[in-house]
């Protein structure tokens, strides 16, 4: 009995010696990423849903023209679902360097003079929100970029998706757009929550656009407390 009782437990020992060896062994498995439709869908549909964030807009070459003899070269904007925005820029007007804010609140909408410093209410029609509107656009961008490199490319935390979209898909960011223009576009999508945390965009999308200009946004605090306020 002894003896049997030794065959048995050495039996199970060399049993769960070989299943943890095989197990050690084992490749391991790089999961599939979704399919491209997939994450640009998901992705469309968090950024939706985001109740606030911000957004950087940066040029790597060129700038952007904001209003007659006013160039853009940096902005930085805090949106707030369902109608709030808080944005700050840096232009150039001539070779006079200006920095100035803006605020929309619903329909409502004050714009600091780059001069003076002061606040001051402006028309509607006239507002940045009709040319800077970071919500509209990214969205958009999201619903438009087409031609997209299959598999995505992975790495680390994020998913990396090149093709193009259409000029007029930018007009919410920039403006009017150059008629039938395509423009190159790299979009950084989180892996986990598929987030979008920057966009390039490569060519020129308006017509004051020079050779070569690149447009990059980064974007950040993805549904963190927020505050725009009036300016009093």
């Given amino acids: 009995m002894k003896r049997w009782l030794a065959i048995l437990a050495l039996t199970c020992f060399l049993a769960v010696a070989s299943a943890c060896g095989a197990s050690e062994d084992a490749p391991s498995v790089t999961p599939t990423p979704p399919d491209v439709a997939t994450i640009l869908r998901l992705t469309g549909e968090t950024m939706q849903n985001l109740s606030t964030f911000h957004v950087r807009l940066e040029h790597e070459g060129g700038t952007t023209q904001f209003a007659p003899g006013v160039v853009l070269s940096e902005a930085d904007a805090e949106i707030i679902n369902p109608d709030r925005m808080g944005a700050s820029f840096k232009a150039q007007f001539g070779t ?24 001051e209410p402006i028309d509607a029609d006239v507002s940045p929100l009709g040319f800077f509107n970071p ?93 725009v306020e009036a300016p009093q």
Avoid: C, Q
């Fill in 96 to 119: 006079l360097a200006v920095n100035s804010e803006f605020v929309a609140i619903g329909e409502d909408n004050w714009l600091t003079n780059p001069l003076s410093g002061e606040w």
């Fill in 135 to 227: 919500r509209r656009g990214i969205n958009t961008i999201l619903a438009e970029v087409h031609s997209v490199e299959e598999p995505p490319g992975v790495n680390g935390t994020v998913y990396t998706l090149n093709g193009s979209v259409p000029a007029k898909a930018l007009e919410s960011l920039l403006g009017p757009s150059i008629e039938g223009a395509t423009v190159a576009a790299r979009l950084v999508i989180d892996t986990d929550g598929y987030y979008l945390t920057e966009a390039r965009v490569d060519g020129r999308v308006v017509p004051t656009d020079v050779e070569g200009v690149v447009r990059l946004l980064w974007l950040s605090r993805f549904n963190e407390p927020m505050t």
